[in-house]
Each structure stands twice: as structure tokens, then as C-alpha cells.
């Protein structure tokens, strides 16, 4: 474990969502992570920074399962949500993403309407009994997205006809619209102008008060904008796991420094 | 050719001299690309000019095989000929064949002849030749449905003789009849005379599109209706085997299936499947259908197996290629809410490449509609002279023909009236294919990508 002892008590009260221990992932032969262990906190944002093909964007989809969809991708260890082994025989993927969600890279709205865009996932999870019923998931959802202001008098227009901001927004109330418990996001302000970041960003905050949300980025001041946590990963390895205020200004490992003071990545 | 470095200008000299005026090797390699222009547009002007040479070809020998020429014959229908007893039994009346008609046609024709004033020394017989032998069935059929009318005189429109329509379009001459058993110049005369007081027309030929074959001595009454029919059967057979099957096997292959050796194995053998020659398939299907399960011959449900096992793999490769073009993100997208596999396939994976599907659809279908070999070794080219409904060309497993194998048997026959018939039907046949092609053009567009 490279956790280090926390200066800040704030956060490390709250209740472990998801424990990695030990997970390897192997692309065919290549080692791509490598033994990382790594507790998640319930209610926090934790950012995963590193320099590219560091493998934080591999281990991001580990935790809802989605590199089940490559061939020849192989994870081992463990990977504990709420104690349960995700990587149980007896889990199905589908319903374990129905309690990860997740948030891509490119907005990738459905070419559907704005409103079928969020009303997909009830739908097929079945939370909606009546239509009224889902009218209220979707406008709840929207609100959640901070993006029902802007779209509440068109939610029949095509979720593809929003500008870059509203739909990575839209898509962020389309996760959050099954009810997940947890949110991965995939470097979801990467392909968003400064403004729609920052909107995204403040969104993130607020989702603090009621999921575990997991961030990958690029970007360190995005890190050190909305994360608690920031774990630093780098060839593979998780080379420094603990508060954001410490990783930025205090890293223990050299390494993490190089990278926070840019000397590497 | 387009490599201006190979040529042997020496280097170096570009960095200086003035921008407005241009470089030995500027203008080498200007000139270069305007050559490769002028050989690109002349490729596609020799293109053109041979598409606009086959179809001024098609229409002048299509053409005038959707008109045809009548004679308009009042026929006095003898009760004493026809009916001898003269209890109007249509047993009775049915006993007289065609031959017994004939006296009659004779009569009439002497009589028009006659009538418009036309010295002639032909008999009947010979007056003859200038209609159709369809004509005294013609007749025939008349009075055995309306039994009633004999006694009384009634005008015909009879099909005049191929020989005769071709002098009227112009594809019989005088000279050829020199050496014709057929028809005289005499006969010619005749006609011309009989053409200028209204008693020959050339009207619309609806029989050439909705009628049946003919044998080989009528080719004014052949029509290309009933092979319509067998290839409208063989279309629905393919439609309904190959779409559902095809797109199941990409859908599988393209989504579902692991990649392995075994899966490289079948994506390579269908894309050599696409190239195997057609007639391989017809062989394959006289053997498993005919000769294995004993299936009917000549009927259009073994020629829709057969073009099925051909369209196949133009639809499955047209079908993994839409679905490939789908963007993963759309996939991760319903994976990341919580849908299974097959969900994010069947809500959104094949709706975005549903167009893609049928248009690769169409095109197999257009191919198999145009498909000839496979069909000439099944029998698919049945000889149907009878029209539906009384005619054999009712269903999926009777004889039937289809619309390029007729074509092919017309132009197969010795007498020019049926080789231009075949370039009727080739036009026929190009309409078809036209409208498929457009109808995908339009779904294409109608569904253009929305991502």
C-alpha cells in the first residue's frame, strides 16, 4: 500500500465503496496494471492522474466490468464492491453496471430523443412503473445533470442536436438515471471547450453528496479542482494513493512529484 | 510518374528566385497532375460513352417490341362450320379444333382483300400466312365463351404474322423475303394497302409485358408476363431465407462471437463465398435440391434456394459492414447504462445500421433478380405458353420460367422477331433492377446516419 497517512481527517471517516486488492490486468501479454490495491470512499470524488497509456483508464473499467467487452483482456484479484467480488462467478455485468454507471470520454448520446436518452436505462432496469413515473425520473435525472433548464422545453429533440457541454451533461443524467451507487468517468471534460468544463466540473461537486464518483483526467488542476482523493498512476503501477491537498502539494513519492512539477508524462 | 523527385532537376534551387513566376520542377509537377486529370477524365468519358452506346442499343432493338401490329378481321362465324348439330352444345362446339377455324380466317381475309380492292391470286391459305396461327384459337376461345354469336359476323383484332410486324418496323425487308418460304413481296403489297385503309395497326403491346411464352414458329404472341411471375415467386423466397438468415449470421459473427481461429476461418470463406462463380451454385443446387431431396424442377422455390445461397454473402458482408460502422461509443454507451449485450445490439446497434442492411439487401436481391446460370441448370427455364390463372405459373413449386432466362431462351431462338423480344425483355429487366437500386438510394438517404 503506498496510502499514506492523511493530513486532512475530513474525508477518511466515510465508508469504503470499492477495495482493489491485488488486481492485475494483462492486454494478450502485456502487463498493463500491476498489483494495485486501492480503497474508494462512498461520497467522495477521487481523481485517477498519470501520464497516458499509465493504465488509469484501464483500471477505471475494471471496476464496472466494461473491458469485458475486449477478447483478450484479463483481470485478476480482487476487486470488492460494498465486500461483494465483482469478479465473482455468480455476478452478471449487467447488473453490476446498472449499480456502476459510467461517463465517457466523447459524449456519446444515444441518436435518440433527450428524453429517451434518459428514459433508456429505467426502462430496461425496469424502475418506471407508470408513465407519470417516468416522466419524474427523467426530469429528476435532467435536474441532477444540471441540464433540465436548458432542455426542458425540447426533451423531444435529438439528444445528438446539443452542443458538446450539454450533451456530456446529458449523459451524466443518463447515468445517473438508473440510480447507480457508484460513477466512473472516463476523462469526461477531454473533449469540452473551458466553459462547459467548468460546468461539468461544478456538476461533479454536487453529485459528491450522493454517489463515490471516479474521475480520470488528464488534466491536474481538474484533479485538484474536484477530487478528494487523487491516486497517481504511472506504467502500470499506482504509485501514490491519499488526499488530493497532499498528493499536490506534498507527494511522498518522487515520481509523483516529476509528474505534478511535470518533469515526466 | 507523380514522383517529380525521380527526374533529374538538381537540388537546392527552390530557396531562391522570385515566388511569381514557377520553378522548372513546380512546373513539372503541374504538368504531371494535369496530365493525371486528363487521363482520369477520359477514363470516365469512355465510361460514358459506352454506357450511352448500350443504352441507344437497348432502346433501338428494345424498343419496338412493346408495339405490336393487328389486323383488324370481321369473321363470319358459320353455324354450319362450327356448330353442326346446331344445338349450341358447347360439347359439340368444342369438338371443332383450331383447324376447323381455319376456313373461316380464310374466308374473311379473301373478303377484306376483296373489299379494299386488291387483285390478288392468293387463296386462303396463302392470305394466310400474313396473320399469326394464334388467330384461329383466338377465335376459337371467342365462341367457346360466347357460344351465342355464331351465326353472326364479328371483327377481330388478330395478331398479324411476324414477318408482317417486322416489315412494318422496319426490321423485315422486301430483299429478305426473296429467300423466305414464309411471306412474298405480294403479300407486302397487301398489306400496304390494307395499312393505308386502316385494317393494319400497330398499337401497344400490353401482351409482351403480361402474357406467356409462345413457341418458337409465334413470336408475335410471346410476352414476358408469366417469367415475371416465376421471378417474383423466387424474390420472395430469397427475400425471406437470406434477410433474416444473413443478418442473424453477422449479427452473431459481428457482435457475439469470439474471435478466433475458427471465426477467421468463416469471415474468410464468405468473402470467398461472394466470389464463387454462380453456376457453381446452380450445379450445387441441382444436386442437394433436385437430386438429393427430389424438389420439383423448373420451380421457383429451388431457384430462390439457389440465388439464397448466392445472395447470402453479399448480405452478410453488407450487413457486417453496417454494423461495423456503428461507433463503439454507442455500444458503450447502453453497455455503461446497464444494458446486456443483446439489448444494446437489437435498441440501438442495428436501428443505426438498419439502412446500411437493406440497402446491401436490395443489391443481393437486384443481383439475383439479373441471375442467369444458376437458373439454366435447374431448369428454371420452363416453357410456359398458358396465362395465370388457368396456367401452371401459379405457385412455388409449379414450372415456371424467369425473367433472364427467357430472355436468354428468346435470344436462343432462330427468328429475329424473338431477338428483339429479348431486348424488350432485357429492358424490362433493367426497370426492375432501376427501381431496386433507386428504392436503396432513397433509404440510404431517408435514414442518413444521425450520429
Known sequence: MYDSPSLETKVTDKAIKIAAQNVQVFYGDTHAIKDVNVQIQDKTVTAFIGPSGCGKSTFLRCLNRMNDTIDICRVEGDILLDGEDIYDKRVDPVQLRAKVGMVFQKPNPFPKSIYDNIAYGPRIHGLAKSKADLDEIVEKSLRRGAIWDEVKDRLHAPGT???????????????????????????????????????????????????????????????????????????????EYGETSQIFTNPVDSRTESYITGRIG | ????????????????????????????????????????????????????????????????????????????????????????????????????????????????????????????????????????????????????????????????????????????????LERDKNLDAAHLDIIDVLKDAGAVTRTFNWAFIFGADASESRPEQAGIGVSMLGSLFMMIVVLVLSLPIGVAASIYLEEFAPKNRWTDLIEVNISNLAAVPSIVFGILGLAVFIQFMHLPQSAPLVGGLVLTLMTLPTIIISTRASLKSVPPSIRDAALGVGASKMQSVFHHVLPLAMPGILTGTIIGLAQALGETAPLLLIGMVGYIASNYPDGVASGFLDPNSAMPAQIYEWAKRADPAYYERAWGGIIILLLFLMTMNIIAVILRRRFERRW
Do not use: W
Open chain 2, 1 to 176: 510518374m507523380t514522383d517529380a523527385t525521380a527526374s533529374g532537376v538538381p537540388a537546392g534551387k527552390h530557396t531562391s528566385g522570385s515566388l511569381l513566376e514557377q520553378s522548372p520542377r513546380t512546373k513539372r509537377r503541374n504538368a504531371s497532375e494535369a496530365r493525371f486529370r486528363f487521363y482520369g477524365m477520359a477514363a470516365v468519358g469512355i465510361g460514358l460513352v459506352f454506357l450511352v452506346l448500350l443504352l441507344i442499343a437497348i432502346v433501338r432493338n428494345g424498343v419496338p417490341a412493346y408495339t405490336q401490329t393487328f389486323l383488324s378481321l370481321p369473321i363470319e362465324l358459320k353455324a354450319e362450320a362450327l356448330d353442326k348439330n346446331g344445338n349450341r352444345d358447347l360439347e359439340d362446339i368444342r369438338k371443332v379444333s383450331t383447324f376447323g377455324y381455319n376456313p373461316l380466317l380464310d374466308e374473311a381475309l379473301l373478303r377484306v382483300v376483296a373489299d379494299n380492292g386488291i387483285e390478288s391470286d392468293y387463296s386462303g391459305a396463302d392470305l394466310r400466312k400474313m396473320i399469326s396461327s394464334s388467330a384461329a384459337a383466338q377465335v376459337r376461345d371467342y365462341v367457346l365463351t360466347h357460344p351465342a354469336q355464331i351465326g353472326e359476323t364479328v371483327e377481330f383484332r388478330v395478331l398479324a404474322s411476324s414477318r408482317v410486324d417486322g416489315y412494318l418496323k422496319g426490321r423485315v425487308l422486301r430483299e429478305d
Open chain 1, 161 to 239: 442536436g446539443l452542443s458538446g457541454g450539454q450533451q456530456q451533461r446529458l449523459c451524466i443524467a443518463r447515468a445517473v438515471a438508473t440510480e447507480p451507487e457508484v460513477l466512473l468517468m472516463d476523462e469526461p471534460c477531454s473533449a469540452l471547450d473551458p466553459i462547459a468544463t467548468g460546468q461539468v466540473e461544478e456538476l461533479i461537486d454536487e453529485l459528491r453528496d450522493s454517489y463515490s464518483v471516479v474521475i480520470v483526467t488528464h488534466s491536474m488542476q481538474q484533479a485538484a479542482r474536484v477530487s478528494q482523493k487523487t491516486a497517481f498512476f504511472h506504467l502500470g503501477n499506482l504509485v
